[in-house]
């Protein structure tokens, strides 16, 4: 019985091990997280306060992630690019990308926003054409890492409207005979291109966990170690009771 006894309370103590560790593990990550939003945003701000940059100078820059962009030159219509599976309010749509030549000779994909998909998914939304020289204003973007895709995307030849799964720079570049810039310009809200308007943005209303939350996290994996470590000392100590007041007796 006293082996039992013994057995079971190593047990216990192994189990509260691995749930204090785990617990204290991630309120550790959740204090990470938070310092590396923080640092995040700080940079972000600062890369807000930067003058907008023209594609030569964002191409130059180690990382022109979030940079503000200003650009004039050249839709080409006759090559739009759609990416699937964007929603916006639980309707199905597309990201409408179009290459722009800008003045400097450079290409560069600019994210025009979001186009209903339609009831029929064979049949792709009209694209609105824009025609002329026009300067775009909007920030850049990456992905911060491959989108996910049953398989590797196979580009058709020959086939506009091109409607892909994600954004691959190197074979659209490769489709359209040009290099194209290994980033996108989302354009700003209520920004008018070629004097249509503009599609609905709503990457602008993207909002992003902060630090704080973060920290809020971390007090709560840290409430439940010390819970796991509370109610493992009552139990120990109401079982020690009992043990002793069996021998009394």
Known sequence: MATRTRVSAYLALIALFVVVGTCLRLSWWQLERAEEKRAWLESQQQKA????????????????????????????NAHPVLLDNRTLNRVAGYHLLSP???????WVLVNRGWLSRGARRDVLPPIPAIEGR?????????????????????????????????????AIGEKLGVELAPFEIRVNPELSLGGLEP?????????????????????QWLGLAIAAMVIFLFAATRAQKRRLTGKTQ
């Open 134 to 170: 026009v300067q775009v204003e909007g920030i850049v973007y990456q992905s911060p890492g491959e989108a996910f895709v049953l398989k590797d995307e196979q580009l058709p030849d020959n086939q506009w409207p091109l409607r892909v799964q994600k954004v691959d720079f190197h």
């Open 199 to 219: 599609l609905p943005r709503h990457w602008q209303d993207i909002t992003v966990m902060g630090p704080q939350q973060h920290k809020a996290y971390a007090l």
């Open 49 to 76: 306060e930067l003058p907008a940059a023209g594609l030569a100078t964002l191409l130059a820059s180690d990382d022109p992630r979030h940079r503000r962009a200003k650009l004039t030159g050249r839709i080409d």
């Open 100 to 106: 722009m030549l800008t003045d400097s000779g450079q």
